[in-house]
């Protein structure tokens, strides 16, 4: 018989019949609390956002058009991502039914005619020792003609709609938040892959995006 030994080394005391959340992660290790917590303290929680301070973006797609994507995080071969945070973050409305959707695709869509977020530029690793680090996922935004490769096997796992009487005159912010630990549609995204964001409306939009996901080699997640 195998014996299994937990020691605990922080508070709260566990007492005889206390419940606590035990995690088992893709690595086999054992951990308690959150799963997401733990890829943090790793260095595995990577993050974009678009838009700065109080200056949004412009979206420049007036429709949903999964050849013009708004955003898409470019996964290499050999690596996987994990979505852990997807958000929307609307300023004004155009008087139409606004829409926003997530895509995961199985292939590379390519750059085609967009423009290239550089490292550092508002991206970076949620571990400040590792702040610099913007990992092996290329992002390419706004997309002016159509990618290089259309996606394949796309996955609209998430759509959000303002409808029309609540876009007229619009002016207050309204935020679409999907978060790993409440929204259980995540997709694992083994590369060559491609998470892609589009916003549409009748006129363009103008907000920020946030985006936050774990990046693994594919290797040590058997994929």
């Given at each position: 018989m195998?014996?299994?030994?937990?020691?605990?080394?922080?508070?709260p005391?566990?007492g005889d019949?206390?419940?606590?959340k035990l995690v088992?992660?893709?690595?086999?290790?054992?951990?308690?609390?959150?799963?997401?917590e733990?890829?943090?303290?790793?260095g595995?929680l990577?993050?974009?956002?678009?838009?700065?301070t109080?200056?949004?973006?412009?979206?420049?797609?007036?429709?949903i058009?999964?050849?013009?994507?708004?955003?898409v995080?470019?996964?290499?071969?050999?690596?996987t991502?994990i979505p852990?945070?997807?958000?929307?973050?609307?300023?004004t409305?155009a008087?139409v039914i606004?829409?926003?959707?997530w895509?995961?695709?199985?292939?590379?869509?390519?750059i085609?005619?967009?423009?290239?977020?550089?490292?550092?530029t508002?991206?970076?690793?949620?571990?400040?020792?590792?702040?610099?680090?913007s990992?092996?996922c290329?992002?390419n935004?706004?997309?002016?003609?159509?990618?290089?490769?259309t996606?394949?096997?796309?996955?609209?796992?998430?759509r959000?709609?303002?409808?029309?009487a609540?876009?007229?005159?619009?002016?207050?912010?309204?935020?679409?938040v999907?978060?790993i630990?409440?929204?259980?549609?995540?997709?694992?995204?083994?590369?060559?892959?491609?998470?892609?964001?589009?916003?549409?409306?009748g006129?363009?939009?103008?907000g920020?995006?946030?985006?936050v996901?774990a990046?693994?080699?594919?290797?040590?997640?058997?994929?």
């Amino acid at each position: 018989m195998t014996e299994a030994i937990v020691r605990k080394h922080s508070s709260p005391v566990i007492g005889d019949g206390d419940e606590t959340k035990l995690v088992v992660d893709a690595f086999g290790d054992l951990s308690v609390g959150s799963l997401v917590e733990k890829w943090k303290r790793e260095g595995r929680l990577y993050f974009y956002n678009r838009g700065n301070t109080t200056t949004p973006v412009t979206f420049t797609n007036t429709a949903i058009l999964y050849t013009r994507p708004s955003q898409v995080v470019r996964v290499p071969s050999a690596k996987t991502i994990i979505p852990v945070n997807l958000g929307c973050h609307f300023e004004t409305a155009a008087g139409v039914i606004n829409e926003a959707v997530w895509i995961a695709c199985s292939n590379d869509v390519g750059i085609g005619t967009s423009t290239s977020v550089a490292a550092g530029t508002n991206r970076g690793n949620l571990l400040s020792s590792s702040a610099g680090d913007s990992g092996a996922c290329a992002i390419n935004i706004t997309y002016s003609a159509d990618v290089t490769t259309t996606g394949l096997n796309p996955v609209e796992f998430a759509r959000w709609t303002q409808p029309f009487a609540d876009a007229i005159g619009a002016t207050a912010a309204h935020d679409w938040v999907l978060d790993i630990k409440t929204f259980s549609a995540m997709p694992i995204l083994v590369g060559p892959a491609s998470l892609i964001f589009i916003a549409g409306g009748g006129t363009a939009l103008t907000g920020y995006t946030t985006t936050v996901y774990a990046e693994f080699n594919s290797a040590d997640l058997g994929l």
